[in-house]
């Protein structure tokens, strides 16, 4: 007798991460000491055996470039196969099923499944039809975990903090996100994590483009004044703008946008000497950010981009031994 299962009732496995949430507090700071060790390897022409006969499907069904290559580096340092899965050159394209894709996937061999997709919940979705170690590098508006755990490892760096002084430094950090939080599944990621780390975090931005309800969450605040917020700012984080949703859905267009919320030259000015600033890229140079922003001692926008290796490094080690936690 066969029984089908409700796939609503089958649990992913603790070996994904597919939210912030699906990670520790106490983990995040085993992700950083973890991320730190597997830095010194980098430059190295080494490579680890952690991922050593271990399969690793990208699948990206959306355009990237920073997520997917850092991935791929950092799954080739830890020694794992790298299978590149595009979705308009498989048979998806010849009418195959996502969920036949992934059990295709499974049964040739795969352990990881790393998720970019253009739907909300599909990386969870996989995880559940595979049962294989999924993580999410990007769903529509809701998650990109990786993108804020890199960060988060950049800020330590930046601060050229110890390991011992993990736990607390961030508490009560003041850290601004500006934008449009509502499509911005960057934005999610980082507001759960700083959130778990005890900073003080404000939403920034038009009316519109705040999700409904936030402001109730312990430790954030709203604002729409982006100059009141600057002067006390300890990370200063710019969203990239998709200039299509300006003046379609919002009350500004383009140029009102830059007026009220782009860190121009002026503002610059506004910010202390010992602030840090970030953006996800590709930056949209003129509408969030003008060139002054770049000349800033604090600018970490390159060095997001070299500690996203260290950083996915450390997360598929993590998925391939001890998994995440559900605490």
């Known amino acids: 007798m066969v029984f089908f299962l409700d796939e609503n009732l089958i649990k992913m496995p603790n070996n994904c991460l597919i939210t912030i949430n699906d990670i520790s507090r106490n983990q995040i700071f085993e992700f950083l000491r973890l991320s730190n060790e597997f830095l010194s ?3 190295k022409p080494v490579k680890l055996a952690a991922l050593n006969n271990k399969y690793v499907a990208i699948m990206f069904f959306e355009n990237s470039t920073r997520t997917r290559v850092s991935f791929e580096i950092a799954a080739k340092k830890l020694s794992a196969e790298v299978i590149n899965f595009t979705s308009t050159t498989s048979s998806i394209n010849k009418g195959e099923s996502l969920k036949d894709t992934v059990i295709t996937l499974k049964s040739l061999g795969a352990d990881i499944l790393i998720v970019r997709h253009s739907n909300e919940g599909v990386p969870s979705q996989i995880a559940k039809w595979s049962q294989l170690s999924v993580i999410n590098a990007g769903d529509g508006m809701h998650q ?9 490892l950049t800020l330590t760096k930046s601060y050229n903090l110890k390991p011992e002084t993990y736990q607390d430094f961030f508490k009560d950090k003041k850290v ?3 934008g449009d939080i509502l499509h911005s599944r ?8 700083f959130n778990l780390l005890g900073c003080n975090i404000v939403l920034v931005g038009p009316p519109e483009f705040i999700p409904e309800g936030v402001e109730y969450f312990s430790g954030i ?7 009141k917020e600057l002067k006390d700012t300890d990370v200063l984080y710019m969203l990239r703008i998709q200039s299509e ?7 500004l267009n383009l140029e009102q946008y830059r007026q009220y919320f782009s860190l121009n030259a002026k503002r610059v000015k506004l910010l202390s000497p010992k602030v840090f600033l970030m953006h996800p890229g590709p930056v949209n140079k003129g509408i969030e950010l003008d060139e002054a922003a770049f ?3 604090g600018c970490l926008i390159n060095e997001q981009v070299k500690y996203s290796v260290p950083a ?3 997360v598929l080690f993590m998925a391939a031994t001890k998994g995440f936690s559900d605490e």
């Open 186 to 193: 960057v934005a999610r990621s980082l507001i759960d994590l």
């Open 245 to 251: 949703r300006l003046g379609q859905g919002s009350s």
């Open 144 to 152: 990109h975990p990786t993108q804020a755990l890199g960060d988060l």
């Open 312 to 314: 996915r490094m450390a």
């Open 41 to 43: 390897v980098i430059k």
């Open 295 to 297: 000349s800033l001692p």
């Open 221 to 227: 605040e709203i604002s729409y004044e982006l100059d």
């Open 176 to 178: 601004v996100i500006v």
